[in-house]
């Protein structure tokens, strides 16, 4: 049997690689590994490792690496104590190939030691754009770390090549986070209020605002535009999600809070919803608002608009229910409006998601069986015409 582990450093990738972890573990030629890190082991982001022990799997390793500070000397401290603790749990395992999903700093230093331990990597994700984040720089390197390529469109597939790895080696895969709505049981309005312990009884918005850590875009000021723009909808309520643990990300947490409390009732704040909560509030939003990466891939796909602000996530294809607007409270208004008004348009048309129809799981277990053992990677020259 290959010994495949799956690297999670956060609530985001975890809930992305639910089925992929599911296959493995059910696959009589595959045995999962966990390699468990980053903020899943942060009390002050929630704890999430308990979520994935509670969907049945068990963590054969934690690596502690972050920090609690809000820095980037402190991010590029814990990337060095996570390189320490992935050695560590890496050698121990020894897996035959480590997974691992995009484009973080955590991902990177698990990347960067299995690379030294000569363990084969396969990166989902790669090719993909975010300009306003360093997760853009920190994913193509990611990709050149790696032997194994599942992209979620074929334009990324080709940027992959680009940079230098073999057309055999890359595969479009689609996003691997749409297996969920074929295959997860998503819960109903009223289990979902039941769930939060919330009175969910008008229509409601689900935000998400992580912090930007290229460019010149201020997390506190852009957050306070937001919440701003959301006072201007007081007959809609709000499902707040903490940010990622990214440099920037615990300063917006008392702008947060401070809000939540300011609202009584209207506003649940909550640290992370977990995937099933997640992709079942979104089913029933009016409207997915922020700069999370899952409202331009996964929210498309329950034919909801999306109201992405700044520039976190600019240079990712989009489909049209994805509304690009300044982080200035006069541009997210007017953007949450039109989704409002657009929104039965697109439930009763449908949106063209250029991300996949929820099959990516499949392929990949595919690939991971014909892996070969130490695979011997080429650098691949393009030339004209190729593909």
Known sequence: MKRICVFTGTRADYGLLYW????????????????VSGSHLSPELG??????VADGFNIDAKVDM????????????SMGLGVMGYADALSRLAPDALVILGDRYEALAAAQTALLLNIPIIHLHGGEITEGAYDD?????ITKLSYLHFTSTEPYRQRVIQLGEAPERVFNAGAIGLD????????????????????????????????????????????????AALDCFPKHQVILTYPNADEGGRQL???????????????????????????????????VIGNSSSGIIEVPAFNVGTVNIGVRQQGRLAA??????????SNIQKAIQTAIQERPHW???????????GSASKAIIKQLKLLPKKPIKTFHDLVIGDK
């Open 20 to 35: 992929l972890m599911q296959d493995i573990l059910h696959d009589t030629e595959l045995e999962l590994q966990t390699l």
């Open 47 to 52: 704890l999430t490792y308990r979520q994935i």
């Open 66 to 77: 972050l920090l609690s500070a809000d820095s980037a000397v402190a991010t590029a401290k």
């Open 137 to 141: 720089a920190l994913r193509h390197a």
């Open 180 to 227: 969920h709505l074929s295959r997860s049981q998503l819960m109903t309005r009223a289990e979902l209020a039941q769930s939060l312990d919330w009175t969910l009884h008008r229509p409601y918005f689900v935000v998400t605002y992580h912090p930007v850590t290229w460019g010149d875009e201020d997390g506190p000021t852009s957050m306070a535009a937001l919440l």
């Open 253 to 287: 947490l008392p702008l947060l809070e401070d809000y939540a409390a300011a609202q009584g009732e209207r506003v649940k704040l909550v640290p992370s919803l977990g995937q099933t909560r997640y992709l079942s509030a979104i089913k029933y939003a009016d409207a």
């Open 320 to 329: 049209d229910s994805v509304l690009h607007c300044q982080p200035d409270q």
């Open 347 to 357: 439930q009763a048309q449908g949106v063209d998601n250029p991300y996949g129809k």
